[in-house]
């Protein structure tokens, strides 16, 4: 049974949901870790299962450490780096936005780096300021100087790709800035 009501913040429903207590435990912890209430707790969850989790099988993602991630990038020499971004930035994105959001829009290609690529594939931090003539996206890493060339490679072939946009780049150890003038 739910319970449909509005309020100024959004519509919401009402369900009861059955947990054993070993789960309910978690959660109350869970929830008083982060200083948040048990349904903000449940929500993000739900949130992170309909956003991501329950694609993650159909676009073929899987888990791993950072540590082995940025033992292969470093590894690999700049030429090396800057062909696979390139290559898996000319396909994968592509491929997943349209399976994800059934269309290549300006919005959904950013949702991907927001959601897909740093919210819950944490490879990364999100930051975005839009203006009129375009906007700024910085991503925040922890893959170091040689992560931050594959992003820029990655990024650069991803957003012509999949939307005919160009950007500048700057790069430091530790993050990528693109600028996207429209």
């Known amino acids: 049974m739910s319970h449909k009501t509005s309020d100024a913040r959004s519509d919401t429903i009402t369900r009861s949901f059955r947990f054993d207590q070993e789960l309910s435990k978690v959660l109350d912890e869970e929830a008083e870790r982060m200083g948040v209430s048990v349904n903000s707790v449940v929500g993000i969850i739900l949130r992170r299962f309909a956003e991501f989790t329950r694609f993650l099988s159909k676009i073929d993602m899987v888990i791993i450490n950072r540590e082995l991630l940025t033992t292969l990038i470093d590894s690999l020499d700049e030429n090396t780096i800057s062909v696979l971004g390139a290559k898996l930035g000319s396909s994968v994105p592509r491929d997943t936005v349209l399976f994800w959001k059934k269309g290549?829009?300006?919005?959904?290609?950013?949702?991907?780096?927001?959601?897909?690529?740093?919210?819950?594939?944490?490879?990364?931090?999100?930051?975005?300021?839009?203006?009129?003539?375009?906007?700024?996206?910085?991503?925040?890493?922890?893959?170091?100087?040689?992560?931050?060339?594959?992003?820029?490679?990655?990024?650069?072939?991803?957003?012509?790709?999949?939307?005919?946009?160009?950007?500048?780049?700057?790069?430091?150890?530790?993050?990528?800035?693109?600028?996207?003038?429209?």
């Open 104 to 182: 290549l829009t300006d919005e959904n290609v950013f949702e991907y780096i927001e959601k897909i690529m740093c919210r819950y594939g944490h490879l990364g931090t999100y930051d975005e300021v839009r203006q009129p003539t375009g906007r700024t996206i910085v991503v925040r890493h922890r893959l170091g100087k040689k992560g931050s060339k594959f992003f820029e490679s990655f990024f650069r072939s991803m957003l012509k790709s999949t939307i005919g946009k160009e950007s500048n780049f700057e790069l430091t150890d530790a993050s990528i800035k693109l600028e996207i003038v429209y």
